[in-house]
């Protein structure tokens, strides 16, 4: 098997019809193209450069030879600006994937961890790679050794046996390659998760597998394996296949999409969330597939099936509470199986607080596919916003209201005194916009964004 390395960057039945719109409104008040030749593999969102309001930093590829990430400063009134790009040169891979966030090297500041590179954002202008080592796509964060160091946990094969490698946090910008823990069968790996499964305050890992074993006759397919943590490492504890929790092999065939712990009914005990999409000739929609946890590491055997429906393909999910009701609901980006069917780019389903879902709805109907989903807050409206990455370049900054009810922009500085970037005109809120310094000369923007670095502070280039 052939494995990539990281980036560590630090600061059934087919519905014709339409689903039906959510109540929860969205508007796209911008999208993003990638510019470059090239494009983007995944997105986060977070407050990178400490300045209070929510960001989106993405991961880039332009060959196999040349990857990056880019980043996007929001201002708090939904208006997304270009910081910087940051490019790299050395092995890489166009697979899409979403990068991790967290703070590795304990500065204070939200580090990106994706495949591919390390790097450090001391300043969100300037962002500068640290480290590169070989390493599987999607990784995970967690303190596996109580060290108070973020370590990072990526998929792994070890002679055909699916597991993950433990990458060990040394404080100094490097990781060591720790121990490789595998699955008991040989197979093809499908999904990954981290989560406290069994009320100890540490995290577990749970693997979605493809296995090549049979039972009674009948292809296992997926397998479910668990691994407790364990004395600053893990210990397999049980593994069981997705045949026992559907003895009627109902759901076998749906291709495993996503896996996340999640406690979607109440009781402090994570449930194990099991995504899977649409098979056509089955006539099965995508699905939301939930097993209660008890909190002693295992699932119940039978699961609470919510349909997503539409022949989707459910590419990425995230979680936020959507409607403040205090319960988690479910979003997800799609793509379709057939071109015959509607569009639902992405999908809302609420939680009920029991495990079980209300009709999924559709969020954002757009004949592209939603590779990645993310929220964060972007326009001060104190409601979740929608980031999604879509058909390769595009990011679009979905809100739920519309872009001309954006706050406005203060038209005289002086009436925000206290420099707080909020000043009060015309008897409302205003936004004062942000001052750029000019830059001197057009090569201090080394990759053609438009944005320069002069004097330890970034510069606008002017225009022809």
């Keep these: 098997m052939k494995f990539l390395p990281i980036i560590v960057i630090t600061t059934g039945i087919l519905l014709m019809q339409s689903l039906p719109s959510s109540a929860e409104q969205y508007y796209e008040i911008q999208a993003i193209a990638h510019g470059d030749p090239g494009r983007f593999k995944g997105i986060a969102t977070g407050d990178f450069n400490n300045d209070g309001y929510d960001d989106i930093a993405a991961t880039t590829f332009k060959n196999s030879a040349e990857h990056g990430a880019v980043f996007f400063s929001g201002n708090g009134q939904g208006e997304l600006t270009r910081m910087q790009r940051q490019s790299r040169s050395g092995s890489s891979s166009s697979r899409l994937a979403d990068p991790a966030i967290g703070d590795v090297n304990n500065d204070g500041k939200l580090d990106l961890v994706g495949f591919d590179t390390f790097s450090d954002i001391t300043n969100p202008d300037a962002p500068a790679f640290y480290n590169q080592f070989p390493v599987g796509h999607e990784p995970l964060l967690s303190d596996v ?270 009436t925000d005194p206290d420099g707080d970037g909020w000043g009060y005109e015309n008897n409302t809120s205003c936004r004062v916009e942000a001052k750029f310094m000019v830059c001197r000369s057009s090569r201090s923007d080394t990759d053609g964004d438009g944005w320069g670095w002069e004097n330890n502070a970034s510069c606008k280039v002017a225009s022809n």
Aim: hydrophobic share 35%; glycine share 10%; net charge negative.
């Design 145 to 414: 050794n109580h060290d108070g160091l973020i370590d990072v946990i990526s998929r792994y094969s070890n002679h055909g046996l699916p597991g993950f490698r433990v990458y060990r946090n040394n404080g100094d910008f490097h990781f060591s390659s720790g121990t490789v823990y595998s699955v008991n069968f040989e197979g093809s790996f499908r999904e990954m998760t981290m989560g406290d499964i069994n009320n100890d305050g540490q995290s577990d890992v749970v693997i979605i597998s493809e296995t090549f074993a049979s039972k009674n006759g009948t292809p296992l397919t997926y397998a479910v394996s668990v691994f407790l943590a364990d004395n600053g490492g893990f210990s397999r504890s049980v593994e069981y296949s997705l045949y026992d929790f559907h003895a009627d092999n109902a759901w076998l065939r749906n291709p495993v999409s996503k896996v996340a712990l999640k406690d979607l009914d109440g009781d402090s005990f994570n449930d194990l969330v099991v995504v899977v999409g649409a098979v056509a000739d089955l006539q099965k929609p995508a699905a939301v597939n939930v097993y209660r946890g008890f909190g002693d590491g295992q699932f119940s055997r039978t699961g609470i099936v919510s349909n997503i429906g539409n022949a989707l393909q459910p590419r990425d999910i995230t979680w936020a509470d959507i409607n403040d009701d205090g319960y988690p609901d479910l979003l997800s980006g799609n793509s379709r199986t057939t071109a015959s069917v509607p569009d639902a780019s992405v999908t809302l389903m609420t939680g009920n607080g029991d495990g079980s879902f209300a009709a999924a709805q559709s969020v954002w109907d757009k004949p592209v596919a939603a590779y990645s989903v993310a929220t964060g807050e972007f326009d001060g409206d104190g409601k979740l916003d929608i980031v999604v990455f879509e058909a390769v370049r595009s990011i679009s900054l979905l809100s739920r209201k519309p872009k001309s009810y954006s706050t406005p922009k203060c038209a005289d500085s002086s």
